[in-house]
Nanobody
């Protein structure tokens, strides 16, 4: 399985972006997570789908602003990011794993995309 992220860019505070993670095969049986890493910081889990008993999880820092969804027919997972803040600036990665209780723990994900840069600045 290979993952390719897209949709990053430079936006102003308060604006929106939608990230896409396209897989080379079916994601039906995978947990899919979105993670981000800012310079000098550890990789942070921000959202995942098919990853816990709740099906979706969100970090407190993005809850209410970000929404994860997937299009199984297109083998794609999306991250809709609204009301973006400067502190959301980071490289965003999607990741996949067959362990569907991986939640937002980066070390539990085996397959990673190359990342896409999101910069929020006025």
């Amino acid at each position: 399985l290979q993952l390719v992220e897209s949709g990053g860019g430079l936006v102003q505070p308060g604006e929106s972006l939608r990230l896409s993670c396209v897989a080379s095969g079916s994601l039906d049986y995978y947990a899919i997570g979105w993670f981000r890493q800012a310079p000098g910081k550890e990789r942070e889990g921000i959202s995942c789908i098919n990853c816990s008993v709740n099906d979706t999880e969100y970090a407190d820092s993005v809850k209410g602003r970000f929404t994860i969804s997937r299009d199984t027919a297109r083998n794609t997972v999306f991250l809709q990011m609204n009301s973006l803040k400067p502190e959301d600036t980071a490289v965003y990665y999607c990741a996949a794993d067959l362990f569907t209780a991986a939640e937002l723990i980066p070390s539990l994900y085996d397959t990673w995309g190359q990342g896409t840069q999101v910069t929020v600045s006025s």
